[in-house]
């Protein structure tokens, strides 16, 4: 590398997170699942699920012995293997059947060696192998042998997976009542789809007295646990009052929480369901409908549920002029992001605002970006950094993330890198999140991004710049190096590219030249300008790579034609001088990859 050629560590992949309207949106959770059966045209009751093909694995609990890496616990852990230990033996297994060196044959042997020592998971694990020919050849009567000797130690999968061989006649002779003896086990330890499987016993009369009570019962407690096919059949009971009291309020709770699936054939069957449920009740039974969904979201974290907004938007309006904080934040969303109605961020503001000063710290953190923008307000740093207080010490991930950014840049509160530091610890620390912070309102339930939950990457990122610089912290590369990786192994750009010039230089790790182009390329393909030019050079000089003119040329090219100002001036100069050393036709090849090129998904 050339002396005047200088890598530096960037605490941003991009705009500030304060010059834009946050892209970080909330969106409404709901327990949608993905791999719901398509539901019959009919309006007969959905058939019972299918076998589990899930594997179980079993932990050794907390590692006895502190300061030791995964590495050093992994490699125990094989010894325990080989010297004979079933749990260790089941967790290898596992390894050859998940991890990178595949091998679903060696998955079996392993698992059949702590099968052999009674260990209930790896007996489930070997019958599941058996169901499904992997590693083994297929044998259902083996695979049922497993199951049933899993199930004899109360292993609830296992019950209810020999009990759909006893339904389907699969390895074992077809018999209703055994199928009803073993769902029923697994139902009792609260397995959702054994619940709903032996509801549909009880629904069709098969190996018990048919009894439409006694499958509502089973229904209802698998619809509980967010089950599709449960809450669509106990729709049906209170539809037609089997089992159940007729009741045209419930029929549509339930019907309306079975829209969420993400087929579009099954959202139109189950719509026209809750359409005719609807059509039977008065406005304030609708409304009271609605409240009875919106309770039972909030109790679920899965963000495919899919409803009406403008519906939604109805309800919110009357809980929030009534004083409900949850009702009044879910109304500023709606007109943030126009779900339901237009778009007006000044009623936005309105209704944030009257939820903020309850003390609601999602209204808190939005109030103080609108602040922050200058959206439905006038823009006020000072305003947007009270607002970003409040929701931080109510443990707001994002507000803490922002408050330490603006103390950072001294925005709105006086420039002060210790304080920015303290924010961006607690903003990054991934150990107090879900404890900390619970986002779910009370009527209707909002999430955040998962990569807040998994590693909050800005806050980890600025927080290793933090320490890189030594900035309101003793300056401490290593500590650096490790929230860049934090970071960085979150597909975070701006991290990625910071790891690798701590690799590029040897500054908190061993010097590294691979490993520091490897951590360039990553970020360069999402197309962050530094660690295109970061790779240009590394290109031009060699190191880690070979040297070739042309990719150095095409990546300082990327990354000079979008940089900033004072970054594009120096950009521009490297990528000339290494136009100086090649061909004309260099050049034009050069130049004709950069017209090529497009950002890759984070890897």
């Given at each position: 590398m050339t002396d005047d050629t200088q890598l530096q560590v960037r605490a941003e992949g991009g705009d500030s997170p304060l010059t834009r309207i946050s892209t970080a949106r909330l969106g409404l959770i709901g327990r949608g699942r993905k791999d719901a059966a398509v539901l019959t045209a009919s309006l007969e009751v959905e058939s019972g699920e299918p076998r589990s093909s899930c594997h179980l694995s079993v932990s050794f609990g907390d590692d006895p012995v502190a300061g030791r890496s995964p590495r050093q616990r992994h490699g125990e852990i094989l010894k325990d293997a080989e010297n004979g230990d079933p749990k260790a033996q089941n967790l290898k297994a596992s390894g050859y059947l998940w991890g990178p060196g595949k091998d679903l044959a060696e998955a079996a042997r392993w698992y059949r060696k702590a099968a052999d020592q009674s260990l209930g998971e790896a007996q489930f694990n070997l019958g599941v192998m058996y169901d499904k020919g992997e590693g083994v050849p297929q044998d259902y009567a083996q695979a049922a042998e497993w199951y049933r000797k899993a199930a004899d130690q109360s292993l609830g999968e296992a019950q209810f997976n020999l009990g759909v061989m006893y339904d389907k006649g699969e390895g074992v002779p077809q018999d209703y009542a055994e199928a009803v003896k073993w769902y029923r086990e697994a139902a009792d330890q609260g397995l959702g789809r054994a619940q709903f499987n032996l509801g549909v016993m009880h629904d069709k009369g098969k190996g018990v007295t048919q009894d439409h009570a006694e499958a509502a019962k089973w229904y209802r407690k698998a619809a509980d646990q967010g089950l599709h096919k449960a809450e669509f059949n106990l729709g049906l009971k209170y539809t037609h009052g089997q089992g159940v009291a007729q009741d045209y309020v419930q029929a549509y709770k339930w019907m309306n929480l079975a829209t969420c699936d993400a087929d579009a054939d099954v959202r139109e069957k189950c719509a026209a369901m809750r359409d005719r449920a609807a059509s039977r009740l008065s406005p304030t039974q609708t409304v009271e409908a609605q409240r009875l969904v919106f309770e039972f979201i909030r109790e679920w974290g899965d963000p495919d549920f899919q409803f009406d907004y403008t519906e939604a938007v109805r309800w919110w309006r009357i809980a929030a002029e009534r004083g409900n904080?949850?009702?009044?934040?879910?109304?500023?969303?709606?007109?943030?992001?126009?779900?339901?109605?237009?778009?007006?961020?000044?009623?936005?503001?309105?209704?944030?605002r009257k939820a903020a000063e309850q003390g609601d710290a999602g209204a808190q953190f939005h109030l103080g970006d609108m602040c922050a923008h200058g959206q439905g307000a006038p823009r006020d740093w000072s305003e947007a950094a009270r607002w970003?207080?409040?929701?931080?010490?109510?443990?707001?991930?994002?507000?803490?993330?922002?408050?330490?950014?603006?103390?950072?840049?001294?925005?709105?509160?006086?420039?002060?890198?210790?304080?920015?530091?303290?924010?961006?610890?607690?903003?990054?620390?991934?150990?107090?999140?879900?404890?900390?912070?619970?986002?779910?309102?009370?009527?209707?339930?909002?999430?955040?991004?998962?990569?807040?939950?998994?590693?909050?990457?800005?806050?980890?990122?600025?927080?290793?710049?933090?320490?890189?610089?030594?900035?309101?912290?003793?300056?401490?590369?290593?500590?650096?190096?490790?929230?860049?990786?934090?970071?960085?192994?979150?597909?975070?750009?701006?991290?990625?590219?910071?790891?690798?010039?701590?690799?590029?230089?040897?500054?908190?790790?061993?010097?590294?030249?691979?490993?520091?182009?490897?951590?360039?390329?990553?970020?360069?393909?999402?197309?962050?300008?530094?660690?295109?030019?970061?790779?240009?050079?590394?290109?031009?000089?060699?190191?880690?790579?070979?040297?070739?003119?042309?990719?150095?040329?095409?990546?300082?090219?990327?990354?000079?034609?979008?940089?900033?100002?004072?970054?594009?001036?120096?950009?521009?100069?490297?990528?000339?001088?290494?136009?100086?050393?090649?061909?004309?036709?260099?050049?034009?090849?050069?130049?004709?990859?950069?017209?090529?090129?497009?950002?890759?998904?984070?890897?």
């Open positions: 904080a949850d009702a009044q934040c879910n109304l500023g969303h709606a007109y943030a992001f126009g779900d339901g109605v237009a778009q007006d961020y000044g009623e936005a503001v309105y209704w944030w970003f207080r409040f929701a931080a010490e109510r443990s707001h991930p994002f507000a803490e993330y922002y408050l330490g950014y603006m103390y950072a840049n001294g925005q709105g509160v006086p420039q002060d890198y210790t304080e920015a530091a303290r924010w961006y610890r607690r903003a990054a620390d991934p150990g107090q999140d879900r404890a900390r912070f619970n986002p779910i309102c009370t009527q209707a339930a909002f999430w955040l991004p998962e990569e807040v939950y998994e590693g909050r990457t800005d806050a980890q990122n600025s927080l290793g710049v933090a320490y890189y610089y030594g900035r309101g912290v003793t300056q401490d590369c290593v500590e650096a190096v490790r929230w860049f990786r934090k970071a960085a192994e979150q597909r975070h750009a701006a991290a990625q590219n910071n790891l690798g010039v701590a690799y590029y230089y040897g500054q908190g790790v061993t010097q590294e030249y691979v490993e520091a182009v490897r951590w360039f390329r990553k970020a360069a393909e999402q197309g962050h300008t530094a660690a295109q030019h970061n790779l240009g050079v590394a290109y031009r000089d060699g190191q880690g790579i070979t040297q070739d003119y042309v990719l150095a040329h095409m990546w300082m090219n990327l990354s000079a034609s979008v940089s900033a100002q004072g970054d594009q001036q120096v950009r521009t100069a490297d990528r000339d001088a290494v136009a100086a050393m090649m061909t004309t036709e260099q050049i034009g090849e050069a130049q004709r990859l950069t017209r090529a090129w497009k950002p890759k998904l984070p890897t």
